[in-house]
């Protein structure tokens, strides 16, 4: 077997990996991917969007627009609308690590944890609680909490 076909069957196990955990807490849930997911692996031309989704997730690419994002998250955080636990102490360091050059730019350096956050914060509106069978008034739904 060559490297590439090992490296092509680890991203495919990984991805049905990854979705046999998420779908395990229901396969109702929605998520976001990183917009970079859509490009074409160089090892095996698979875009790693198409496994998550051949494995059953529903995902879409996420908003990921940097400067809006810091925006949004300083003004939640600022507000009140937005905390950290204080058990995430490696999202706290991150948090306190972020920094910007003389232009104004975000130093993309170790900032993981900071672009999940901006993640979660541009793309809340994909969010919904658990659908129920049936509300009091006889219907199905699931209600947004964004």
């Not at 706290?92 to 993981?112: R, T, W």
């Amino acid at each position: 077997m060559d490297q590439t076909n090992n490296e092509s069957r680890s991203l495919l196990n990984i991805s049905d990996l990854h979705a046999a955990v998420i779908k395990s807490k229901g396969e109702w849930i929605p998520g976001v991917i990183d917009p970079a997911s859509q490009q074409r692996s160089q090892t095996d031309g698979q875009r790693v969007i198409d496994g998550y989704r051949k494995a059953g997730l529903r995902i879409i690419p996420a908003k990921n627009q940097v400067t809006a994002g810091v925006n949004e998250t300083w003004t939640l955080f600022s507000t009140g609308k937005l905390k950290i636990a204080r058990s995430l102490k490696k999202t706290h360091a991150e948090l306190l690590s972020y920094a910007f050059d003389e232009n104004g730019n975000i130093i993309k350096k170790k900032d993981h944890l900071m672009d999940c956050l901006r993640y979660i914060v541009l793309n809340s509106h994909v969010a919904i609680c658990k659908p129920r069978p049936f509300d009091s008034e006889g219907g199905a739904g699931a209600r947004r909490y964004f």
